[in-house]
């Protein structure tokens, strides 16, 4: 059964950083593309990043690049994100997707084979 396993959401001021951590289980790991989505009250999930098995391609939506660093760890089988600078239209539940043949690309949701359960990550002005 593949698992996987979202952490360090939490409160944090506009202008401060965050890092979300995606643990997963029951697949080989190396062998997929891991993504994060978010999704806001209210409105789609939408791409936030994702990066291939071999770390060396990483994609980021226009709102991400330049404040979030996504990196994995295949030996622990983890990939991360890091936030920073961020903002109040950043609240949202933060979601790990993990996808082994994308065939529209890494920022379509619909390709992704498993999820996690989502992190909430709120952002106070």
């Known amino acids: 059964q593949v698992q996987l396993v979202e952490s360090g959401g939490g409160l944090v001021q506009a202008g401060g950083s965050l890092t979300l951590s995606c643990g997963a289980s029951?697949?080989?790991?190396?062998?997929?593309?891991m993504g994060w989505f978010r999704q806001a009250p209210g409105k789609e999930r939408e791409f936030v990043a994702a990066?291939?098995?071999?770390?060396?391609?990483?994609y980021y939506a226009d709102s991400a690049s330049g404040r979030c660093t996504i990196s994995r760890d295949n030996a622990k089988n983890t990939v991360t994100l890091q936030m920073n600078s961020l903002k109040p239209d950043d609240t949202a539940v933060y979601y790990c997707?993990?996808?082994?043949?994308?065939?529209?690309?890494?920022?379509?949701?619909?390709?992704?084979?498993?999820w996690g359960q989502g992190a909430q990550v709120t952002v106070s002005s």
């Open positions: 997707a993990a996808g082994q043949r994308l065939r529209v690309g890494v920022s379509a949701a619909g390709d992704y084979d498993y």
């Open positions: 990066i291939d098995w071999s770390s060396i391609g990483k």
């Open positions: 029951g697949l080989t790991f190396s062998n997929y593309i």
